[in-house]
């Protein structure tokens, strides 16, 4: 189990705290006081805490996934799948995507 604790997953995911993924563009140490630049920011409202919220919890906002252009594949493909599975029922009768 991860850090220690076999009730970490459940705990990660009922706090809704993915926190954000970086790109190592250039290896090395990083500090307490170093410069974090952000490049890019995207064009949608969309967030890591909200995919993460809709995969886990609030599947009824999935077509959300499928309308931002930058999407990953495989989220992608997640989002359309579980469309095909839950067409013409609920979204919120099925199964969480995790823990």
Not at 1 to 19: H, I, Y
Not at 20 to 43: K, T, W
Not at 58 to 78: F, G, K, N, Q, T
Request: charged share 35%; proline share 6%.
């Amino acid at each position: 189990m991860r850090m220690n604790d076999k009730m970490f997953p459940r705990r990660f995911t009922e706090a809704l705290r993915p926190g954000p993924y970086l790109r190592i563009v250039v290896e090395g140490d990083v500090g307490a006081g170093d410069e974090i630049r952000v490049v890019e920011r995207p064009g949608h409202d969309l967030t890591i805490r909200d995919v993460f919220r809709i995969y886990t919890r609030d599947r009824d906002e999935v077509e959300r996934l499928l309308a931002v252009p930058r999407m990953s594949e495989s989220w992608r493909r997640w989002a359309q799948e579980f469309l095909q599975k839950t067409k013409g029922r609920s979204a919120g009768s099925a199964e969480p995507g995790c823990c």
